[in-house]
């Protein structure tokens, strides 16, 4: 049972590269969710998508897109990057109903490095 | 809106020293509650979390935690510190409680450092 498999895990790009940070889930939850890490920032909401075909900004959306291609997949996509999107990306799904089993699973996320 | 506040960006204690990491919250109503904890180069891992009921709650490596309404608070508590909870921990809040448009959002973080 995989959980949630973020690819790739480490990534260098330069200013103005195009990426897509892919996210893949076999829990079938229907919530995903995708942060960024910064050093004295906690994680940060960029985008999450409450179903399939559904998906809504969050914190931080700016200069990234989102796609929720089935219930499984959730990608993340920056444009043209830069610096200031060095990061660690983290995915993340949310399991509901009851709250014995109710939580959120991490991926191991994808470091990032735009230079 | 809601958000998440650790006061403290750094704390260091010795080994066999007891431990309180503060949290405080700011939600209109009762919040679900989420305490992870983070090592160097790692994903996170959830140490525990509360929904309702008993304000004590019990997590995994020896920790608990307090939920305190009056004070919008859920302090993160452990009798005696080993080396290795040295990492980063993390408060988070969880809103609207269970709702389809629930969202996690994090405090900035604790670090701790244990002294041997």
């Known amino acids: 049972n995989a959980g949630v498999t973020q690819t790739p895990k480490f990534q260098v790009l330069k200013t103005g590269q195009s990426m897509t940070l892919q996210c893949a889930q076999d829990?079938?939850?229907?919530?995903m969710y995708w942060y960024r890490q910064d050093p004295g920032m906690g994680l940060r909401l960029i985008y999450y998508?409450?179903?399939?075909?559904?998906?809504d900004k969050g914190e931080v959306p700016n200069g990234y897109n989102v796609s929720r291609l089935n219930k499984r997949e959730f990608s993340l996509r920056l444009e043209s990057a830069a610096p200031s999107q060095t990061s660690v990306y983290f995915c993340?799904?949310?399991?509901?109903?009851?709250?014995?089993?109710?939580?959120?699973?991490f991926g191991s996320g994808t470091r990032l490095t735009v230079v | 809106a809601q958000s998440v506040t650790q006061p403290d960006i750094h704390i260091t204690v010795s080994e066999g020293a007891s431990l309180e990491l503060r949290c405080n919250y700011s939600?209109?109503?009762?919040?679900?509650l989420f305490w992870y904890v983070q090592s160097p180069g790692q994903g996170l891992q959830l140490l525990l979390k509360?929904?309702?009921?008993?304000?004590l709650v019990q997590g995994i490596k020896g920790f608990e935690a307090e939920f305190k309404r009056s004070q919008s608070s859920f302090n993160l508590r452990k009798p005696s510190v080993h080396w290795s909870d040295a990492a980063e921990y993390f408060c988070a809040v969880d809103t609207p409680a269970g709702g389809s448009q629930g969202n996690l959002i994090f405090g900035k973080g604790t670090k701790l450092s244990v002294k041997p």
């Open positions: 829990m079938n939850h229907n919530s």
């Open positions: 993340a799904t949310r399991r509901q109903g009851s709250t014995t089993n109710y939580g959120y699973t």
């Open positions: 939600y209109g109503a009762t919040p679900y």
């Open positions: 998508s409450a179903s399939e075909g559904t998906t």
């Open positions: 509360y929904f309702s009921g008993d304000t």
